[in-house]
């Protein structure tokens, strides 16, 4: 069993940055793979970006590539995201998984955080 808690979501304007954390407690291991996805009112679940417990593979949505960055210190994972617009408003929730292949899709993980919301203003 892993559990997974993630803090850094609140109120930013466009244009501004917020930092997501990810602390995996539990049965985590290296051979995990650890997403972030996203889901804002009345859409569906989206992939994010995603990251190797090796850290040496990393994934992104298009719609955030080059804003933001994933990244891996020992067992929290963190989401830098900059340059931050009214659509990336959402709730984020942070997931682990054991068999994912893509990572891009939510069904490859097991555990999920309980999501931390995130609204830019414009």
């Known amino acids: 069993q892993v559990q997974l808690v993630e803090s850094g979501g609140g109120l930013v304007q466009a244009g501004g940055s917020l930092r997501l954390s990810c602390a995996a407690s539990g049965r985590a291991s290296s051979y995990y793979v650890m997403g972030w996805f996203r889901q804002a009112p009345g859409k569906e679940r989206e992939f994010v970006a995603a990251?190797?417990?090796?850290?040496?593979n990393t994934k992104y949505a298009d719609s955030v590539k080059g804003r933001f960055t994933i990244s891996r210190v020992t067992w929290t994972v963190y989401l830098q995201m900059n340059s931050l617009n009214a659509e990336d408003s959402a709730v984020y929730y942070c997931a682990a998984s054991r068999t994912a292949v893509s990572g891009r899709t939510a069904p490859e993980y097991d555990y999920w955080g309980q999501g931390t919301q995130v609204t830019v203003s414009s």
């Open positions: 990251i190797t417990w090796s850290g040496g």
